[in-house]
T-cell receptor, first 114, second 114 residues
Framework: GAVVSQHPSRVICKSGTSVKIECRSLDFQATTMFWYRQFPKQSLMLMATSNEGSKATYEQGVEKDKFLINHASLTLSTLTVTSAHPEDSSFYIC??????????FGPGTRLLVL | GDSVTQMEGPVTLSEEAFLTINCTYTATGYPSLFWYVQYPGEGLQLLLKATKADDKGSNKGFEATYRKETTSFHLEKGSVQVSDSAVYFCALEPSKAAGNKLTFGGGTRVLVKP
């Protein structure tokens, strides 16, 4: 069964609204989660590293005030796209580091901003 | 910086055909190399990995050899099945000190027809 879940799986929103995406680790506690975005036919781009109990570490070029990350517990990290615009439309994927440094990926969330 | 380049898809094959997906990388030092697979509607799953030069990773009939002299990690399978239809991602992890930051190629969609 799934080890990492994401909710919602897809979301459509109006420009200017904020959207929250959840990533849950179902079978183990995770102190570190990673957020990626993927454009059509392109690679996964690391956006930020989410650390439980501390501020997220953002990659160069990623606006931290635009993409708010909260690692509220050892099993939940949220990514909030604030004041979304059409150019934020993308596929957002979380990755969780499990026991023995095994990496698990969520199924992804497709965001469409109209 | 580090980068991964893999052949663009889609790759369409008949069942029992031979599959090769080329992957080359650019990195300093001695990265670990991975192939991930994403089946429709699911998250990325680790397919195989190699952590040092000349290592061969293998799983489910797939193989890839870490070639440092050609900076390559090509994926091969001798006889594909319809169930192998998926998107395949080549990735590298520069070092443990990099905090498990995976760098991905663009993905190659493979479609196997009966």
């Amino acid at each position: 069964g799934a080890v990492v879940s994401q909710h919602p799986s897809r979301v459509i929103c109006k420009s200017g609204t904020s959207v929250k995406i959840e990533c849950r680790s179902l079978d183990f506690q995770a102190t570190t989660m990673f957020w990626y975005r993927q454009f059509p036919k392109q690679s996964l781009m690391l956006m930020a590293t989410s650390n439980e109990g501390s501020k997220a570490t953002y990659e160069q070029g990623v606006e931290k005030d635009k993409f708010l990350i909260n690692h509220a517990s050892l099993t939940l990290s949220t990514l909030t796209v604030t004041s979304a615009h059409p150019e934020d439309s993308s596929f957002y994927i979380c990755r969780v580091q499990g026991p023995g440094e095994t990496q698990y990926f969520g199924p992804g969330t497709r965001l469409l901003v109209l | 910086g580090d980068s991964v380049t893999q052949m663009e898809g889609p790759v369409t094959l008949s069942e029992e055909a031979f599959l090769t997906i080329n992957c080359t990388y650019t990195a300093t030092g001695y990265p670990s190399l991975f192939w991930y697979v994403q089946y429709p509607g699911e998250g990325l799953q680790l397919l195989l990995k190699a952590t040092k030069a000349d290592d061969k990773g293998s799983n489910k009939g797939f193989e890839a050899t870490y070639r440092k002299e050609t900076t390559s990690f090509h994926l091969e399978k001798g006889s594909v099945q319809v169930s192998d239809s998926a998107v395949y991602f080549c990735a590298l992890e520069p070092s443990k000190a990099a905090g498990n930051k995976l760098t991905f190629g663009g993905g190659t969609r493979v479609l196997v027809k009966p």
